[in-house]
């Protein structure tokens, strides 16, 4: 069992920054791919970044590549989002969610390849 917890969330403005932090409980951190996932109001979930857990692959939605940036230390158990440049259509409750994959270099992206999810936290960007 892994149990994620999400924080860094809040309101800023359209070109600001954000970093938001996932803390993972449970012994098989260092082989669970891990991703972050976002849901807007009326929306679906959908993919945003996900690293595998040699970190050496990364994956991203292309309306985030060259701003956002996942990174993660296995030794903290720990993965974080940062955002910069951020944009009105970022905002969403944004999701960690992680699965423990045997393949060290493998990141996945969709939703129902993960197992564990964190209850989310609120990004709200304002024009």
């Known amino acids: 069992q892994v149990r994620l917890v999400e924080s860094g969330g809040g309101l800023v403005q359209a070109g600001d920054s954000l970093r938001l932090s996932c803390a993972a409980s449970g012994r098989t951190f260092s082989r669970s791919v891990m991703g972050w996932f976002r849901q807007a109001p009326g929306k679906q979930r959908e993919f945003v970044a996900s690293?595998?857990?040699?970190?050496?692959?990364?994956y991203y939605v292309d309306s985030v590549k060259g701003r956002f940036t996942i990174s993660r230390n296995n030794a903290k158990s720990t993965v974080d989002l940062q955002m910069n440049r951020l944009k009105p259509e970022d905002t969403a409750v944004y999701y960690c969610?992680?699965?423990?994959?045997?393949?060290?270099?493998?990141?996945?992206?969709?939703?129902?390849?993960?197992?564990?999810w964190g209850r989310g936290t609120q990004v709200t960007v304002s024009s």
């Open positions: 969610a992680a699965t423990v994959s045997g393949a060290a270099n493998t990141a996945l992206t969709h939703r129902e390849e993960y197992s564990f």
């Open positions: 690293i595998s857990w040699s970190g050496a692959s990364t």
